[in-house]
Each structure stands twice: as C-alpha cells, then as structure tokens.
C-alpha cells in the first residue's frame, strides 16, 4: 500500500501553481553532490500482514517484567491512574480543544486549565501559576532564563549536581547562547543532600539563581530553607525543582520553605510512564514575577451578565506579543495532560492525595529498610539508592526484577549503585522478595 497521496496529475498541477517544469527543477538549489542519484539500502517493502508480524517478533525481544516488578523512577514515576481519568479524556471537547484564543468558544478547556494552575498554586505554596511548560526539563530551564531577566547583569547560575542530570542537561542547551555561567555544587557523600557550605560559597553577586531538587534525584529531601538563605544572602532568586510531584502531597510545599520559583514535573498525575512522556511541566512563582512568567495564565472573572467565565488573562508567548518582547518561545499549552493531572487530583482530593502520598513513604521506608544497603542517610520521599554493584543487578534481573536505574553512567562515583523507586503499586510481598533476591 503507497502512502503518497498525490498523483501524477496531481504533481503537475502543483509544480505548475509554483512554476517548476520538473521535481528535479523544484529540487534545483541543492548542490548535485548532495543528492542521493540511487534508491535507499532498504529491503523491499512488507503488505501489512508481514510487517504486523515482523513487529510483534521485535516486541517479543523485550524484557518483559510485571509492573509491581519493575522498580523504576528516576524522574518517570509509576503510579495507579484512576481509569475515570482516560474515560473523560475521550470526550471530544478536551481532546480536540487545543488552544483557547476563542474563550466564548473554549469555557471548557479555560476552565480546566485554571484549576490545574489552581492544582499547581495550592501544592508548592506560591500565588501564581501558568500552564505552557512541556515537561520538567523544560521549566527548569525557563526558570533560569527568567531569572536572568530579572537580576539583569548577573550571569551565574548555581544548580545542584543532585538535580536531574537530563534537567541540568536541558538547561545547558537552553542557556548555550546567553553567554552565563552555569556553576555546578556537589552532594554530600554521606547524606546525598546538596553540600550547603559548597552552595553559600558558590553563591554570590554574580548569581542570577539558585536550583536545587527536592526531593533531589538520588529521591532525598533537601533542606530548601538553608537553600533559600545562601540564595538571599547573594540577592539571587532560588528555585525549587520537583521531579516527583506526589512528594508535595506530604512534604511542606516550596513556597512556604522560601522558594521564589517551584518548577517541575506533575506527570505522577493522571500520566502513565509511557517510556518517559510525554510530560506535563508546572512553573509557579510570587506574584512580583507574574509578567516574567513564560507561556500563558489563565484567569476567573465574570462576563456582561454577572456569570463566571474564564479567559486568557496574560499571554507572554511569542505567538501573542512581539517576538523580541516574549518571554519564551519554546512553550505550548498542553491542557489535555494538564487536564489528566487536574481529574486526578480531584478525584483524590486533599485527604486522597495525603493518604497516598503516605503511602508511598511508608513502602520506600519498609523497602530502604528491608533492603538495606542504603547509599545515603538523608531522609527519603519514595526513592533511594541502594548499593548493588553490576552482579547484583544481574542476579534481580535473572529473578525477573528491575531492581532500579544504575548511577554509573551520569555519577562515575556511584558506579556501583542503583536507584530505586518504591510506590502503590509495589506491595509488600513484591519488596520483600525483592529484597531476598538482593
């Protein structure tokens, strides 16, 4: 079966609307060398039945392991969705409704995209929320661009090596052109918290921001308010990174610990794992930075007749103002994962979401415990590192475990570690054969 809708007549028709006698000649200002003359080194195409085959034999290759097995997190948490969340995700309003420039058009969608910032406000103890970041990568590093807008002559970025090593990576990329300086502050081999007295020093009159995770990637709590106080005793905001948006169902939100700016990611709500995304970011800040806010706010208000209707309240995008005036022009809504987050978190409701968050802190405990071996001595949400050298993690995978991620590849120095994620879905018998097995 051919894919290319076009036909011949059609072709003609098109390269004379644009006036090229030939596909050749449409082609022309490519230089020759760079133009493959031969077909592609591919075998011939397969009918359907053949390739549906030829799939499924390539699936069968993979490893196959049941989920309460699979003790995976690092940053793509596995959790229980409520199969209510896919069933009203089909209906067509959410599903089509992309972007709600039309708000008599787009209640709907506006609506659902205010209670998510609503959401995001009421777990990390700040004012204001938007609703345009692709995942947690992506935040962080819109958190430093704002930062540098706002402390304007400052180029130093002071991020924790603890943080999410593909966050730190993204955050890099983005920051490549803006000539700053991204300074880099170790973790205490003891605790696995960042090193406070390397974070004061690091922190100066030359420092925009200050970022660290929390819980950070080896999944210990940091200690943000001694965070907060080297961020203000240089004058420079400090951000807040949360790769596991469940731990602020337990933990005291960043905002009340003295965070500027809570960034990250909310995919632990209403997203399955998915081999990693799609993810929903969340950005939150005080209300002083509400204009330096990247993507869009969505807002309440009333309409002619007194009734209550949402709208696009402030849009910094690129696709709104002038693009030299944009905040960012790398963001996009994405109210259909946002949309996921928000029907999950109200179907759990506040005591829903601290029970479960409970729950989670209660497995990894029993779990760091049983296993022992621990890596770190800081506290703990529902990750922790283990000491597993490669035969150990060898041995759980024979048993049909994924007994977590290795470290070795982004921390040399924890090569004979691994990181392991506890939450619901792991019950007990699953941890404690685990944990013979380790």
């Known amino acids: ?24 000649a449409l082609f022309s200002s490519i230089p020759e060398p760079l133009r493959l003359s031969r077909p592609l080194e591919l075998p011939p195409a397969a009918d359907e039945r053949a390739l549906l085959g030829e799939l499924s034999a390539l699936a069968e290759k993979n490893l196959r392991v049941p989920p309460e097995r699979v003790f995976l997190g690092a940053g793509a948490y596995p959790h229980h969705v409520p199969v209510a969340v896919d069933q009203l995700l089909l209906r067509s309003e959410f599903y089509t409704a992309y972007t709600p420039y039309q708000p008599e058009l787009a209640q709907g969608t506006l609506q659902a995209i205010f209670e998510f910032q609503t959401f995001v406000c009421l777990l990390t103890g700040l004012p204001v929320a938007n609703a345009s ?3 947690g990568a992506t935040a962080c590093a819109e958190a430093a661009l704002l930062a540098l807008r706002l402390r304007r002559g400052r180029k130093k970025i002071v991020v924790s090596r603890a943080l999410h090593p593909a966050w730190r990576a993204t955050m890099r990329t983005y920051l490549a052109a803006t000539g700053s300086e991204i300074v880099e502050v170790p973790y205490d081999g003891r605790t696995g918290r960042t090193d406070g007295a390397a974070l004061a020093a690091a922190a100066d009159a030359r420092t925009a921001l200050v970022l660290v995770g929390s819980p950070n990637y080896f999944g210990v709590v940091e200690d943000v308010r001694e965070a907060a106080a080297a961020a203000r005793q240089a004058g420079a905001l400090l951000a807040v990174g949360v790769a596991e948006a469940l731990s602020l169902g337990l933990l005291a939100p960043p905002g009340e610990l003295g965070a500027d700016l809570a960034v990250g990611e909310f995919g632990s709500f209403g997203g399955a794992v998915s081999f990693g995304g799609p993810g929903v970011g969340f950005f939150a800040a005080r209300e002083e930075h509400l204009r330096q806010i990247p993507g869009r706010l969505c807002g309440e208000t009333v309409d002619a007749e007194g009734r209550r209707a949402y709208v696009l309240t402030l849009a910094t995008r690129e696709q709104h103002i002038r693009r030299a005036s944009a905040t960012s022009n790398i963001c996009t809504n994405h109210a259909l994962g946002a949309l996921a987050a928000t029907i999950h978190l109200g179907l759990l409701g506040k005591s829903g979401l601290r029970s479960l968050a409970l729950l989670n802190y209660r497995r990894a405990r029993y779990a760091r415990q049983r296993i022992g071996r621990a890596r770190f001595s800081g506290p703990v949400f529902n990750e922790f590192v283990i000491e597993a ?5 060898a041995r759980a995978r024979a048993a049909g475990f994924v007994a977590g991620l290795p470290l070795g590849r982004d921390y040399p120095e924890l090569s004979g570690a691994l990181l392991t994620c506890v939450t619901e879905l792991h019950e007990k018998t699953a941890i404690d054969a685990l944990a013979k097995v380790l």
């Open 133 to 135: 970041m692709y995942d």
């Open 389 to 393: 050298d490669a035969a150990v993690a």
């Open 1 to 24: 079966m051919r894919y290319l809708p076009h036909t011949e007549a059609d072709i003609r028709r098109l390269l004379g609307a644009v006036g090229a006698p030939s596909l050749d």
